[in-house]
């Protein structure tokens, strides 16, 4: 008998093994721990033991030989609002340019294989569609019991990057978060892969944000032309995409003025600037998140989920906790939060930002120093939303 050797199968084989290993168990509270062993007492008989074992059996071995519903890209939800020819023509369209889930291809970067791509394909199915989501869009079978939300990669926004606020990430950036993961967030490491992989995934990652910046570029060319031109997406709505990720090579950002060693008079400064340029707006005069914004739950992402200005007390920095991490993150701000770049109102003062860095990793490692900040008001990370009843009576 040749059997199906697909993920499908290995899973449920697990299963039925479990299954047959819990049989076995039963079998022997009731007194029939074997043939040998079966009396005329036994709840048992020796022909149902081994019935059932040979049912057992054979269910792992037919298990996920069906065939299995080829896997395809989903299209967001304005794709849904055209016409059933436009439609078509826009994922055609898509599919000769980004390609398909049977044969992705990276757009702008030729150089990039088929199996490449296709080995990228088999690690993010496995380590990464439960919470990204096959099409890469943020929504996986686990992504709604999570905080912050997966990332859909399908806008080209990513957080956590070492280029100026708006521009695409360097790939360089998207292996690090790969290898090191996110700290704080359901985000993990993979630094355990093999290289190989953690390259081959990111390439795929970028075939499928590209993807979802082509159809986001296809849209808009439908809603001005009410057809898809072939010539138009070839001259303009391929470069469009392209081009962003071409601008950001060379942009990585790098510090105005040189690291200093930190002392305490850096801490201080930091502290002060700290309230004066801005950033207690957000996350308080004690780095700790507790302003009414914060609490209430009114910030959202470039998602449209709720978002926090962080904890900078609790130890983690999702960005990293290397001081160019941090110095980063204040000179151009996080991509796809409210959190903004200082480089324009601090460039008459550069070593400012050394300074707000000093302050940061301070008030982050208080805890690991034995400090303990007072406790502030308790609110959840996740506003609540109030159901359908109680939102029809706040209205009336």
Same mark, same amino acid.
């Given at each position: 008998?040749?059997?199906?050797?697909?993920?499908?199968?290995?899973?449920?084989?697990?299963?039925?093994?479990?299954?047959?290993?819990?049989?076995?168990?039963?079998?022997?509270?009731?007194?029939?721990?074997?043939?040998?062993?079966?009396?005329?007492?036994?709840?048992?008989?020796?022909?149902?033991?081994?019935?059932?074992?040979?049912?057992?059996?054979?269910?792992?071995?037919?298990?996920?030989?069906?065939?299995?519903?080829?896997?395809?890209?989903?299209?967001?939800?304005?794709?849904?609002?055209?016409?059933?020819?436009?439609?078509?023509?826009?994922?055609?369209?898509?599919?000769?340019?980004?390609?398909?889930?049977?044969?992705?291809?990276?757009?702008?970067?030729?150089?990039?294989?088929?199996?490449?791509?296709?080995?990228?394909?088999?690690?993010?199915?496995?380590?990464?569609?439960?919470?990204?989501?096959?099409?890469?869009?943020?929504?996986?079978?686990?992504?709604?019991?999570?905080?912050?939300?997966?990332?859909?990669?399908?806008?080209?926004?990513?957080?956590?990057?070492? +280029? %100026?606020?708006?521009?695409?990430?360097?790939?360089? *950036?998207?292996?690090?978060?790969? =290898?090191?993961?996110?700290?704080? $967030? !359901?985000?993990?490491?993979?630094?355990?892969?093999?290289?190989?992989?953690?390259?081959?995934?990111?390439?795929?990652?970028?075939?499928?944000?590209?993807?979802?910046?082509?159809?986001?570029?296809?849209?808009?060319?439908?809603?001005?032309?009410?057809?898809?031109?072939?010539?138009?997406?070839?001259?303009?709505?391929?470069?469009?995409?392209?081009?962003?990720?071409?601008?950001?090579?060379?942009?990585?950002?790098?510090?105005?003025?040189?690291?200093?060693?930190?002392?305490?008079?850096?801490?201080?400064?930091?502290?002060?600037?700290?309230?004066?340029?801005?950033?207690?707006?957000?996350?308080?005069?004690?780095?700790?998140?507790? +302003? %009414?914004?914060?609490?209430?739950?009114?910030?959202? *992402?470039?998602?449209?989920?709720? =978002?926090?200005?962080?904890?900078? $007390? !609790?130890?983690?920095?999702?960005?990293?906790?290397?001081?160019?991490?941090?110095?980063?993150?204040?000179?151009?701000?996080?991509?796809?939060?409210?959190?903004?770049?200082?480089?324009?109102?601090?460039?008459?003062?550069?070593?400012?930002?050394?300074?707000?860095?000093?302050?940061?990793?301070?008030?982050?490692?208080?805890?690991?120093?034995?400090?303990?900040?007072?406790?502030?008001?308790?609110?959840?990370?996740?506003?609540?939303?109030?159901?359908?009843?109680?939102?029809?009576?706040?209205?009336?």
């Amino acid at each position: 008998m040749r059997l199906c050797k697909t993920p499908r199968f290995h899973y449920e084989l697990a299963i039925y093994a479990k299954l047959a290993a819990l049989v076995w168990h039963l079998l022997c509270l009731c007194g029939c721990s074997s043939p040998s062993t079966t009396s005329p007492n036994s709840l048992f008989t020796v022909t149902d033991y081994r019935l059932g074992l040979l049912v057992t059996a054979a269910l792992a071995l037919t298990a996920g030989c069906q065939r299995e519903t080829p896997v395809e890209f989903s299209s967001g939800e304005r794709v849904s609002t055209l016409t059933p020819e436009l439609q078509t023509a826009l994922k055609a369209a898509l599919a000769d340019f980004a390609g398909s889930h049977a044969s992705p291809k990276l757009l702008g970067d030729d150089s990039v294989d088929q199996a490449t791509l296709k080995r990228g394909q088999q690690v993010y199915r496995q380590r990464c569609a439960q919470c990204h989501g096959v099409t890469g869009d943020g929504q996986g079978p686990v992504a709604g019991t999570m905080y912050p939300r997966p990332r859909d990669y399908r806008k080209g926004i990513f957080k956590f990057t070492s +280029t %100026p606020y708006g521009d695409r990430p360097l790939r360089s *950036d998207l292996v690090r978060t790969v =290898t090191k993961g996110i700290h704080g $967030t !359901s985000m993990p490491s993979f630094k355990l892969l093999p290289q190989e992989e953690i390259d081959a995934v990111v390439d795929y990652v970028l075939a499928l944000t590209r993807r979802g910046e082509l159809e986001d570029q296809l849209l808009e060319l439908v809603e001005f032309e009410e057809a898809v031109d072939p010539e138009l997406v070839q001259d303009e709505s391929v470069p469009a995409v392209i081009n962003k990720w071409l601008q950001a090579q060379g942009s990585e950002v790098s510090p105005l003025t040189s690291q200093p060693v930190f002392s305490e008079e850096h801490v201080t400064r930091g502290q002060e600037a700290f309230k004066t340029v801005g950033c207690i707006k957000c996350h308080g005069p004690d780095g700790r998140g507790q +302003t %009414p914004d914060n609490l209430a739950g009114n910030l959202k *992402d470039a998602w449209g989920h709720p =978002t926090r200005a962080a904890d900078l $007390t !609790s130890g983690f920095l999702h960005g990293g906790q290397r001081p160019i991490d941090i110095y980063r993150r204040i000179y151009s701000g996080i991509n796809g939060t409210p959190m903004p770049g200082f480089a324009n109102s601090l460039k008459e003062t550069p070593d400012t930002i050394w300074d707000l860095v000093a302050f940061v990793m301070h008030i982050t490692n208080a805890r690991r120093t034995g400090e303990s900040p007072l406790p502030g008001p308790i609110a959840p990370y996740i506003p609540q939303v109030a159901d359908s009843e109680t939102q029809a009576a706040e209205a009336e």
